[in-house]
Structure formats: C-alpha cells, structure tokens
C-alpha cells in the first residue's frame, strides 16, 4: 500500500482557510448543511418518519417503495414497509429494528441534512453515542398512542436517556415530533399532553426552550411531514395550521464552524476501498483537511496520505469543520487504524490521555460512585475500560464552585471533579486521543457508562498524562 500514489495538496495552509470562508461565505447564500440525529424509543416510528420523509421529498422513487412493500409484506411484517429503506442488514430487517448508524441525505429549501439514524434498542447505546457525537441537531420522535408514551418516558426508557445523552454530546436543538397522532384520532388534548410532560424534562436536560420546537406528525400517513393536506390530515387540519416538520428542518441552525483550530477527525467507521485502499468515515469537530495532506493517526505513530474526500456522496478538494466526510487514505499501515482513532495534522496532534480530570455531572444511579470504581469511558466512536481513580470535589450544579473537597462517594444527580484512569486491557494500557474542552468543545466531552448504563456525562479539564 505505501507504493500508490498520493496526490499532491493543492493549496498552501493560508489560501487554503481563503478558499474555505470564500465557499462557506457562499453556501451561507444557498443550502446550508447540517447534520440530525433521530433518536427515541425502540418503535416510536423513527425509520418510518425518514423514510416516509425520503419518498414525500423525492428520495425514494415509486418502484423502490413498492419494492419494499412487497418484500416487507412477503416477510411478514408490512407495517414496516416504509421502513424498509433505511434497515440495510438483513438482520435488521429480520428482526424488524435500527441497528447501526445509517447515513442519508437530503435536502430542504434552505438546508442540505445529513440524516445519522440512531438505533433505539437498549443494547445499541454505543451506537446511538456515536451518531449524537457527530450531529448538530436531534429529531426526538416519540408515540403518542395511550400507555406507548408513558413507557417511552418512564426510568429506564429511551426518550429521557436518548435526550440527555444528545444534550451532553453537545446537540442544543431539538425537534420533537409527536408521531402516531392517528392512534389517538388527532386529539389536541394528547398532542399538549405530551408537551407538557415533555417541556420541563427538556429545560431540565439543558435545552434551551428557544432551541426546541415541537410538531403533530402520522409518519405512516405522511401527515404533517412535507405537507398537512388530503383526508388524512383533515382531523388534524381542525386544530393545527402550524409549520410542517420540513418547515421546522429548514429552520435548523448549521453547525459553528472552527476552521482556524487544528484539524480533529475522529474515525466513526472504517471500509476497505478498492485494491489496497481503504476509506474511514468521521466527523470533523474543527480545522480544515484537503486531498493530499498528510494526516497522523492517533494513537500510534502512523500518518497517512488523503487521496480523496467526499462529502454530500461527492468528491470534494477539502472539507471544513462541522461537516461529515468520507476520507479515502493511502500510504497507510491500517494496523494502528481503528473506530475511535483520532487523524490530526502531524504538527499540531491530539494528546494522549492515560490519567487525566473532568468535571462531571452524575445521573440517576444506583449505587453510588466511590473513588475505584470501575467504569466504561465513552468519546466520540471509542469506549474504553476506565476507572474513576479520584474524587477531587463535589461542585454546585448551578455556579460550580467546590462544595466539599475529597468527598467519599457521589451520588445521584451531584456534580463533581474527578480523575479519570484509563484501565489496561490485557497485557497493554493504551492512551486515548483527548484534549481538554477548553481547547477543544468537542474532543473534550466524555460519557460515563457502567454495566449498560450511562451513569455521568462530562468535559475534559486537564490531561495529567
Ligand atoms: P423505530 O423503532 O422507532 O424505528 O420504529 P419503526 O419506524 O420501526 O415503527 C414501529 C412501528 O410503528 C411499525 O409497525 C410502524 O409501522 C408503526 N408506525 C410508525 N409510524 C406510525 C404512525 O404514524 N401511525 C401508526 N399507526 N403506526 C406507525
């Protein structure tokens, strides 16, 4: 593989960043791209709603919709047919659920969306984190049919953790949709129901009421979703003249941009290309990358060389901070290259944490974290055995001024200062690729998990080594 051929870069650093303001000042004109996580319950309708949404805006053609009926139908199960689209494996299909992350893409009047489908099984978290790390807005999809909501919402379902985790990975904004309104034949009083359960727990989280929108959708119906008009719409025509879900996407705020930070590109998937190829997908939080630069892979001590990039499905010189990309590498020894693993310009890398401190916010736990305690470290697409090696102070939640220094356990819903220790698996102890948040919002923020429960959410405040 060191044999192919790399291209060469085409721009120097600084007209580089010219070219990028130049392009981005431009697309702030035309669509401006975002990228959504849809999250929610397992069966809230989140596959139905997008590909529901695929077809009404042009997506999905005739023939690859009745296709999918008729195979979901032949299957068994052909009230999943319009989610057909978007459950690739056949495993998925099978068992009628999200799994992993798939990427589509479309487009509004003003925003071009990238879609990171979040699997909504308890055991598919992992997932669901990673697609959050990567987004800058959240479509939270909940059931209103009696008793469906509830147990949405009640401890231990996925609506408050897939909204406490999106907040915690940084999604701000949030439209809510309250599917499956046919189910309770477009009643007004169960649309505002849900609200007001809903509206506190979103403030609670740390949404901010001005980011959060909420919407009456029938994702089977296609009610409400790029248009509200025909029969099925009719019951809900009586009470609503609000925007349409499309109304409310083409409303999103795009994402900050840091294009000036050093490039930070952590690796959410990997393909082997063609020949010796081989591609790696992944978000990239800041800087800017073009076709032919040399990037190194963190950890280890490999760089590679970008042959290609591509972003929106097309082939692009350079892609900027906020976008996601698909980056074919050469000149690569794929050995130190794995999900989770951070490329960043060789003189300006990413440092590598093996100790380090953090602020922390705990939630609802059981049992209470004493210093020791063994627990799963998430960032970005890596997680990682980790222990909780210090408890430096407990904080106040609001000012975050040390309440009590050395404390002995923390409880739950108690905000804290801790170290942090990567623990070694087998025979190796491994660094991870972190920086602190101050210098970096989103390589600094980290989720704490224990035995399938996510038990903290945190920044990054100094690596100690
Ligand atoms: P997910 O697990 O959130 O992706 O949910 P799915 O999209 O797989 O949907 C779960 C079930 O709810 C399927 O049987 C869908 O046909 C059904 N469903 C989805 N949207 C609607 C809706 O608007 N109305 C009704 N009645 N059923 C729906």
Redesign the pocket.
């Known amino acids: 593989s060191k044999a192919e051929e790399a291209p060469k870069m085409s721009f120097a650093h600084d007209k580089l960043l010219e070219e990028v303001r130049k392009s981005l000042d431009a697309q702030r004109k035309g669509k401006q791209a975002l990228s959504l996580v849809v999250i929610?319950?397992?069966?809230?309708?989140?596959?139905?709603?997008?590909?529901?949404l695929l077809y009404e805006l042009g997506r999905m053609d005739e023939r690859t919709r009745a296709a999918n009926e008729r195979n979901s139908t032949k299957a068994g199960?052909s009230?999943?047919?319009?989610?057909w689209s978007?459950?690739g494996t056949s495993e998925e299909r099978e068992r009628?659920?999200?799994m992993d992350v798939a990427l589509e893409s479309f487009s509004t009047t003003k925003r071009q969306i990238t879609v990171l489908?979040a699997?909504?099984h308890k055991e598919f978290i992992p997932n669901m984190i990673s697609g959050a790390s990567r987004a800058d807005c959240a479509l939270l999809?909940v059931?209103a049919?009696t008793g469906e909501f509830e147990s949405g919402f009640e401890r231990g379902g996925q609506t408050r953790e897939h909204l406490v985790l999106a907040r915690s990975l940084g999604v701000a904004q949030v439209i809510v949709a309250i599917?499956?309104?046919?189910?309770v034949q477009w009643g007004k009083n169960r649309y505002e129901e849900i609200c007001a359960l809903l509206r506190p727990f979103l403030t609670q989280s740390g949404f901010h009421s001005a980011k959060t929108s909420f919407i009456p959708?029938?994702?089977?119906?296609g009610?409400n979703l790029v248009a509200c008009e025909g029969e099925d719409a009719k019951q809900l025509l009586e009470w609503y003249q609000g925007p349409t879900l499309v109304d409310l996407l083409d409303k999103l705020e795009p994402p900050s941009r840091d294009i000036t930070a050093p490039a930070r590109i952590p690796v959410s998937n990997i393909f082997k290309g063609q020949g010796s190829g081989i591609s790696v997908s992944g978000r990239v939080l800041s800087g800017v990358v073009q076709v032919g630069e040399r990037l190194r892979i963190l950890p280890g001590d490999e760089t590679a060389v970008v042959k290609s990039i591509e972003v929106e499905e097309e082939n692009v010189p350079w892609v900027a901070a906020g976008s996601n990309a698909i980056l074919a590498l050469v000149s690569v020894d794929s050995v130190q290259l794995t999900i989770g693993s951070v490329l960043c310009p060789p003189a300006n890398p990413v440092p590598l944490a093996l100790t380090f401190t953090a602020r922390i916010l705990i939630f609802d736990l059981q049992v209470p974290i004493i210093a020791g305690a063994m627990v799963e470290l998430f960032h970005h697409s890596r997680d990682v055995p980790a222990s909780v090696s210090k408890l430096i102070a407990t904080l106040d939640r609001a000012s975050g001024k040390v309440v009590k220094s050395n404390p002995r356990v923390l409880g739950k819903a108690s905000s804290a200062e801790v170290q942090i220790t990567i623990r070694s698996t087998g025979s190796s102890t491994r660094p991870i690729p972190l920086e602190p948040y101050a210098a970096n919002k989103a390589m600094g923020r980290i989720l704490i998990r224990r035995e399938g429960e996510t038990i903290a959410a945190g920044i990054v405040m100094e690596v100690l080594g």
């Open positions: 929610g319950h397992v069966d809230a309708g989140k596959s139905t709603l997008m590909g529901r199960k009230s999943f047919s319009w989610a978007l459950d009628g659920i999200t489908d699997p909504g999809v059931d049919s599917n499956k309104l046919d189910q959708i029938g994702a089977m119906l009610v």
